[in-house]
């Protein structure tokens, strides 16, 4: 479209982006500092979301997507003997205490501020050895939540609670793993406008959302750089989920996302 209709002002960067899905791909093309070289007014960026009308254009002020972060908590104490376990050092009751604690925090309201979820992944204990007591566990989870800022209390609130459990067995080591660091996408009120005037220009239906996605998505590190803003595509009311083994992209909406592209940069150059 740039090709064939160039805008007579302005210029516009197309960022084919790697490592989307683990948190690292945004990271890496800022530590480059490649985007240093342009005056980068506004950042947008889409992705297709099933459940939706087809072509539906979804956007909203303020956090678009949760703030996420994995994490690997690793117990290293001791086996023994399964008939005498007091001579070993299990990680069982810290645990159990972790994984019950995290379950508490959870706020599902996606309506509150304060909206937290824990998901647990992975947890795996000793192993298949009838006459050995566990001597080692492993914890993997998920958190998200609406802003980086209670993300990031959450997580110091599990380090101080792994630390503590971990106290309450004498000789019981611990290792925390932060993985696929996701930031919050906060969207600028003047970029959402713009958005919002790109779908109505093209007679694409818009929808206002209330509550942010539960999901994260690494164009967070973007809207902290620049003012911008990320929106939904809808895929499809009957499409299968995201990351479903069912779920197959809609071809169509290929060409209304990169209209919306081009709409969007001329709204800003007032074109």
């Not at 064939?4 to 690292?24: I, S, Y």
């Not at 678009?64 to 001791?78: N, R």
């Not at 309506?111 to 998901?119: G, H, I, K, M, P």
């Not at 611990?174 to 109505?200: G, T, Y």
């Amino acid at each position: 479209m740039l090709s064939e209709h160039p805008l007579t002002k302005g210029r516009v960067l197309l960022l084919f982006q790697p490592a989307e899905e683990n948190g690292t791909g945004s990271k890496a093309v800022l530590d480059t500092k490649v985007l240093d070289y342009y005056q980068i007014d506004k950042a947008f960026a889409l992705h297709n979301i099933p459940g939706y009308p087809l072509h539906a254009v979804l956007c909203k002020e303020g956090s678009f997507t949760c703030a996420v972060v994995s994490v690997s908590i690793t117990l290293t104490g001791k086996t023994s003997h399964a008939a005498e376990p007091q001579k070993g050092i299990s990680p069982i009751p810290a645990m159990l205490t972790i994984v019950d604690e995290l379950s508490r925090w959870n706020n599902t309201d996606m309506q509150s501020d304060n909206y937290f979820l824990s998901t647990i992944v992975e947890i795996h204990v000793g192993e298949e050895a009838y006459g050995v007591s566990a001597g080692n566990g492993v914890i993997r989870a998920t958190l998200r939540a609406k802003t980086d800022k209670l993300l990031h209390q959450h997580a110091e609130q599990l380090k101080n609670l792994v630390a503590t459990e971990c106290e309450r067995t004498p000789g019981l080591q611990h290792e925390m793993e932060w993985l696929e660091p996701f930031s919050a996408n906060e969207n600028d009120p003047q970029s959402v406008n713009l958005v919002k005037s790109a779908a109505i220009r093209n007679n694409l239906p818009y929808l206002e959302l209330q509550p942010p996605f539960s999901w994260g998505e690494d164009f967070g590190l973007f809207t902290q750089q620049y003012k911008g803003a990320m929106f939904g595509l809808g895929s499809g009311e009957n499409c299968a989920p995201l990351h479903s083994p069912q779920y197959d992209f809609p071809d169509e909406v290929i060409e209304t996302g990169a209209t919306l592209f081009y709409t969007i940069a001329k709204e800003n150059q007032g074109l």
